[in-house]
């Protein structure tokens, strides 16, 4: 509760004609002074009353991109009838966004029940991972002299995922040749397997998995038979050691854009679930994400890099030696500052993802 600026003038001037009748000894400003505590009681009992019987609900999508517009609603459900009188809500959950109202809507979807809903769009600035701050709903009904806040705290959290780029298609073979010093390793997978003869076409098989050329040719329908692809590991090692704290975060939106870039390449393909996929993240704690390990990689690998901090020390020249030689046919891909710039150059005139 607080006494409004409009309520602290108004119980000055009502004191005022107190004591002037108090001094004065003048019965009606006496009695003037009594009434007019009148509006101070009422605007002291029904604001509550208002901010009692609210509900109030948030819908927000679960991650977003640094500087992607997102819609940010919040509707109050009202069985009183007051409904949502003298009612404003501070709806700003992060300073780490920036809020604009768009609209305000009022229904009643249920006799009884009103409905007021707020529309925001929101903009984040930086990845990470954001708590949002309570709803604050403030009502000073019906005078606007004193006015009440009711908190409704979810605890809710939203996360900032980093920035994607456009990579070069098929940019792992030009990285992994500017990277490998003459090494080989086994290519991503493009494709179900290799071509292996024709059998009969089932209602369980894809349509565009037909030879109509074959089919026509035999007058039946046949489909292309292919070889199971082999296994494929993969492993992508980022050590962000990195004094240039703007490198560094162009350096994480490049890990995310492999990342992402992998995996819809690689479930186009229908081999994802044949990849085995490893994210080693030498950052401030040494983490890593494997296929093996969770169901959801994708998701769980973009929440590790939203997240992600700084090392304090770069990695060890033996760590890479190592790693390539407990996985001799995995595909390592390394990024670290002393090969930053040369991968930037590659990537960087792609525009960035919408």
Known sequence: MRITPTGRYYLILLVIIFLAGLRREVNLLILISALMMGPMIFNFFLPWRVLRSLQCRRFFPEACYPDEKITFSVQLFSPSYYRFCGVTLNASPSPQATFHLEKIHETSPQQGIYQRQYQFSATFTRRGEYTLAPTVVQSDYPFGLIAF?????????????????????????IYERENSEGEQHPSVPSSLGDFSGLRKWTPSDLLHHIHWRASARHEQLLVQKFESPRQMELILLADFYDTDEERFEKTVSLVASMIDDLYHHLEKAHVWTQTRVQLVLLGKEVQTIDTLDTSDFYHNAMRALAVAERSGQPCAPSYWAEFSQRNPESLLLFVQAATYDTVWEKVSPSLPKS
Do not use: G
Not at 149 to 173: G, H, M, T, Y
């Open 149 to 173: 806040q009711r908190s409704f705290d979810a605890n809710e959290k939203i996360l900032v995922l980093p920035s994607l780029i456009s990579l070069p298609q098929e940019w792992w073979k």
